[in-house]
């Protein structure tokens, strides 16, 4: 039984999700297909590399995941279908991929050449979908497309770093449910820049000198009352152990999220620098 995910900035209002899971069964009728998100902000890669990087290498070996965001095709956005880690992804070449595997080489990319026989003004519903079918069948990438040794780059995903200054620059990637803001700051290069010294995170107007290994780090147990902590914030890496400023307890509708209270937004900067003998006299309180 064929595993088949969707990624997409879709939404839930309009018929493109149903109508893609439809062609599938259409195809496939005993597919399993799984919504990893069409709430993906409108064509935004950076997003999209964020959500699937961090959910795909829960699913099972041979899994296809259909990306649909920024898929229309183009001379310069071209559709490919690759192997990566034991998983098939098919998708546009926009850069997402180059994100995605960041640390990981793809086994083999083709160009998907499908399009010769499908006349489409909506990709991911016939090419994207006999694509990923033929694969759920236990086809070969070879069939569907010609062997391409590289794709798009784009290193939007990595943070700045100053070694002299011993400085982090980094932006938000992403925005979550809860208004928490991730970065695109890795626990992996805080670790090797910082080296155990003293930091200080800014982020516009706000500073943390402590990051937590837990979201209820900020409350006191002992306290009367300890929903008086609800609202605080704090800096943390999260379960993909990125940089994240966070709300304890936040709620959009009532607390607010790290993300309107902070006046953060997608792209904004965040920066971490590490305190040398000589600033040490300047860390704030």
Known sequence: MA?????????????FAGAVKGAIYNELPDANIVDITHQISPFNITETA????NAYKSFPKGTIHIIGVDSELSATNKHIALLLDEHYFICPDNGVISMIASEINPTKIVEI???????SS????DVFVQA??????????????KEIQSYKKTFEIQPKVNQEKSIIIGNVIYIDNYGNVITNISKKVFNEIGKTRDFVIKARRYTFTKIMNRYNDVVDFDAD???????????????????????????????????????????????IEFITKEKASFVPV
């Not at 509708?253 to 006046?263: D, E, I, Q, W």
Request: with cysteine; hydrophobic share 40%.
């Open 3 to 15: 595993l088949i995910t969707l990624t997409t900035d879709f939404g839930t209002k309009d018929h």
């Open 50 to 53: 964020y959500i699937l990087k």
């Open 122 to 125: 909506f990709p991911l519903l």
């Open 225 to 271: 009352d300890v929903r008086q902590f609800d609202g605080y914030k704090l800096a943390i890496f999260n379960s993909a152990n990125f940089l994240e400023i966070a709300i304890y307890r936040s709620n959009l509708k009532t607390v607010g999220g790290a993300s309107t209270l902070l006046g953060l937004d997608y792209r904004d900067t965040i920066s």
């Open 132 to 145: 990923a079918c033929f694969l759920g069948r236990g086809g070969s990438l070879d069939v569907i497309g």
């Open 113 to 119: 050449t499908i399009h010769d026989r499908i006349e």
